[in-house]
């Protein structure tokens, strides 16, 4: 971890002999610097990648993959400061970048079973993480259609019982217009009993 704080201590230092060396030009604006300050934030994007990586790997007590993603990173971060002598000093940069790229190889060399099972395992790991995110889509994907068959059946229900409702309303309601075309009736009855009831004084 000491590598790795040295390597970030120089990462910041080049970048102050970056503004000192171009006050007033973009490093972007120099030989090189386009393509070299592109790639520069590339590498440092998977530089901090393995450095996360390798904290995991320390946490799960894996010394094998721990020293394996150690040795990545130190490659990563050693890139990043030769990006940055690119632009700072185009000529030594170069000679140092032919250098990386022997410790390169040598690393290829000898890690390569050990990259190889870090592949597998992290393809095995991409495979296993998109099944889980299938079957979560699948199961909330079930839950949004039981959810929709219940909203359905209730509203069912609620137009059956609102039906039924309303024809016990109308049953009552012609039963007590029945009950007072009948009461009418039997008033009725009642007057013309009594009219021709009364006796005549004549």
């Known amino acids: 971890m000491v590598m790795h704080t040295c390597i970030i201590s120089f990462i910041t230092i080049f970048g102050v002999c970056l503004q000192l060396k171009?006050?007033?030009?973009?490093?972007?604006?120099?030989?090189?610097?386009?393509l070299m300050m592109n790639l520069f934030i590339i590498e440092i994007c998977f530089y901090l990648a393995s450095l996360v990586v390798m904290a995991i790997?320390?946490?799960?007590?894996?010394?094998?993959?721990?020293?394996?993603?150690?040795?990545?990173?130190?490659?990563?971060?050693?890139?990043?400061?030769?990006?940055?002598l690119l632009v700072l000093i185009s000529p030594f940069g170069?000679?140092?970048?032919?250098?990386w790229s022997i410790c390169l190889l040598c690393?290829?060399?000898k890690s390569w079973q050990s990259l190889n099972t870090l592949s597998q395992s992290a393809v095995v790991l991409l495979v296993q993480g998109l099944g889980e995110f299938r079957q979560t889509l699948i199961d909330w994907y079930r839950r949004m259609m039981v959810r929709n068959d219940e909203v359905d059946n209730m509203s069912i229900r609620n137009n059956g019982a609102d039906t039924e409702l309303r024809t016990q309303y109308l049953n009552i309601s012609n039963d007590r217009q029945a009950a007072e075309h009948?009461?009418?009736?039997?008033?009725?009855?009642?007057?013309?009993?009594?009219?021709?009831?009364?006796?005549d004084d004549s």
Not at 94 to 99: A, M, P, R, S, T
């Open 182 to 199: 009948q009461s009418q009736d039997q008033n009725h009855t009642n007057g013309a009993e009594h009219v021709i009831s009364i006796p």
């Open 107 to 109: 690393f290829l060399s």
């Open 57 to 84: 790997q320390a946490a799960s007590n894996n010394r094998v993959l721990e020293d394996l993603t150690n040795k990545i990173g130190l490659l990563l971060g050693t890139l990043s400061l030769i990006l940055e």
């Open 22 to 34: 171009f006050p007033n030009v973009s490093p972007y604006e120099t030989a090189y610097g386009t």
């Open 94 to 99: 170069w000679i140092v970048l032919f250098f």
